[in-house]
């Protein structure tokens, strides 16, 4: 039979409103966490990162926020344009020295004119 | 500067077919990574090496996935043979050893038939 592909989460937004994307990591043990853009036909390109000591970390455009005790982490993209548009992803690295970076399924963001 | 780069971009192959991608890292990056991606299993880490040494290859399907780092600029991944189960984009990524984040190549798109 014909088999069922992933089925991406999806946000849609207006262009120039807020935007926050979230994401449930698995690992307690986590300690460092990346969010990176796909967009169509690119490899994943880095976003911004954080540490666990750190709960909050501001970029340009872009805040994520670290939850460790429900372990939660979010993407939040100030006034969206529609280069915005793509697909984010969350992922997690485990322990010092460790370097597999595990990801999340990712999120479908569309900036709406 | 230039990125990751990988080549071909597009592969189209016949089941049953040796396939070989190829992957040049950023300069003065000494760990390299390959990802699949697909529709149904999203990113998945198949291997990765440290200054050329294979480190962790767990994620490599079966003894048909064949990977190489025989100098810090260049690695390949092989397929022998090929299967159209193997269909999916593989990435290449490079970072430092004790550094972070990952940067990846715009992938290769497989196809097998």
């Known amino acids: 039979g014909e088999s069922v592909g992933l089925h991406l989460p999806t946000l849609s937004v207006q262009e120039g409103d807020n935007s926050i994307i979230n994401c449930a990591y698995s690992?307690?043990?986590?300690?460092?966490f990346i969010w990176y853009k796909q967009e169509s036909g690119k490899g994943p390109q880095f976003i911004i990162d954080i540490r666990s000591n750190m709960d909050k970390r501001q970029g340009q455009r872009v805040t994520v926020l670290l939850n460790k005790t429900v372990k939660h982490l979010s993407l939040q993209i100030a006034a969206t344009q529609p280069g915005d548009s793509a697909v984010y992803f969350c992922a997690e690295k485990s322990g010092q020295g460790a370097q597999k970076l595990v990801f999340g399924q990712g999120t479908r963001l569309t900036i709406n004119p | 500067d230039a990125g990751v780069i990988q080549s071909p971009r597009h592969e189209v192959t016949e089941m049953g077919q040796e396939v070989t991608l190829r992957c040049k890292p950023i300069s003065g990056h000494n760990s390299l990574f390959w990802y699949r991606q697909t529709m149904m299993r999203g990113l998945e880490l198949l291997i990765y090496?440290?200054?050329?040494?294979?480190?962790?290859d767990s994620g490599m399907p079966e003894d048909r996935f064949s990977a190489k780092m025989p100098n810090a600029s260049f690695s390949t991944l092989k397929i022998q043979p090929s299967e159209p189960r193997d269909s999916a984009v593989y990435f290449c990524a490079s970072s430092t050893v004790k550094s972070s984040p990952l940067h990846f190549g715009n992938g290769t798109r497989l196809t097998v038939t």
């Open positions: 090496f440290n200054n050329n040494v294979p480190i962790d």
């Open positions: 690992n307690s043990a986590s300690d460092y």
